[in-house]
C-alpha cells in the first residue's frame, strides 16, 4: 500500500533562508509524486509534480524537488524563503497502476518564514 | 487545469441536521473526489465519484452518513447527514481527468462547524 511520510510537522526558517521539506514515500513501483501547498483558509495548490520525465521536477513560485528512487524521496526544496511561503506543504504519491487513481497525502509541514 | 468552485464556502450548523455541499468544475472531468480536513490535520478521502454510478467509499466513510451525488460530468454534491460536532471540519472537492498522471485540482473548501 502507498503511503507518505513527511519528516517535521513544522519548520521555521529565516527570511532568505533555504527552504527544505522533507517527504518519503513508500509504493511497489515508482509513483506519480506531488507537493501541493495550502495558503490559510484556502483549497490546495499544486506546486509541482513528478511523472518520470526528469528527476529534477522545477514549479512554481520558485519551488523545486528531486526524485531519488535509491532514497525513495522527494524532498521540496527553495533556495531563498520569502515570507510569502508561509503556509501547510502537503506531499503526496499516488500509483500509476491505473488511470486516474486515488492520491494519498502525507500528514504536512507548516513552513513558518521569520523576518 | 480546471477552476472548481464549492458552495458553500463556510457553514454553522446545529447538531442532527444535515448539510449539503455542492461542487463546481468549469471543465468537464471523470473523476470527482471529496475529502475531509479535521483542524490541524491533512486530508483523508472520503469517496471518489464518477459519473452515472454510485461513489465509492474509503474505510471508515458509509453512505447513509455521506451520500454523494454526481450528476453529470461538471457538478457533485456530498451531504453530511445527521452531523455532531466531529463533523467539523473542512471540506474539500477536487477533480481529475485533464491529464493523465492523476493530478487533481482542488476547490477552496467548505469549512463546517457543528454546534
Known amino acids: 500500500a502507498q503511503s507518505v511520510t513527511q519528516l517535521g510537522s513544522h519548520v521555521s526558517v529565516s527570511e532568505g533562508a533555504l527552504v527544505l521539506l522533507r517527504c518519503n514515500y513508500s509504493s511497489s513501483v515508482p509513483p506519480y509524486l506531488f507537493w501541493y501547498v495550502q495558503y490559510p483558509n484556502q483549497g490546495l495548490q499544486l506546486l509541482l509534480k513528478y511523472t518520470s520525465a526528469a528527476t529534477l521536477v522545477k514549479g512554481i513560485n520558485g519551488f523545486e524537488a528531486e526524485f531519488k528512487k535509491s532514497e525513495t524521496s522527494f524532498h521540496l526544496t527553495k533556495p531563498s524563503a520569502h515570507m510569502s511561503d508561509a503556509a501547510e506543504y502537503f506531499c503526496?504519491?499516488?500509483?500509476?497502476?491505473?488511470?486516474?487513481?486515488?492520491?494519498?497525502f502525507g500528514p504536512g509541514t507548516s513552513l513558518s518564514v521569520i523576518p | 487545469s480546471a477552476v472548481i468552485s464549492q458552495k458553500p464556502s463556510r457553514d454553522i450548523c446545529q447538531r442532527g441536521t444535515s448539510l449539503t455541499i455542492q461542487c463546481q468544475v468549469d471543465?468537464?472531468?471523470?473523476?470527482m473526489f471529496w475529502y475531509r480536513q479535521q483542524p490541524g490535520q491533512s486530508l483523508t478521502l472520503i469517496a471518489t465519484?464518477?459519473?452515472?454510478?454510485?461513489?465509492?467509499?474509503e474505510s471508515g466513510f458509509v453512505i447513509d452518513k455521506f451520500p454523494i451525488s454526481r450528476p453529470n460530468l461538471t457538478f457533485s454534491t456530498l451531504t453530511v447527514s445527521n452531523m455532531s460536532p466531529e463533523d467539523s471540519s473542512i471540506y474539500l472537492c477536487s477533480a481529475s481527468g485533464t491529464s493523465s498522471n492523476n493530478e487533481q485540482f482542488f476547490g477552496p473548501g467548505t469549512r463546517l462547524t457543528v454546534l
Open positions: 465519484a464518477n459519473q452515472g454510478s454510485e461513489a465509492t467509499y
Open positions: 503526496a504519491v499516488s500509483d500509476r497502476g491505473t488511470s486516474y487513481d486515488k492520491v494519498i
Open positions: 471543465s468537464q472531468v471523470t473523476m
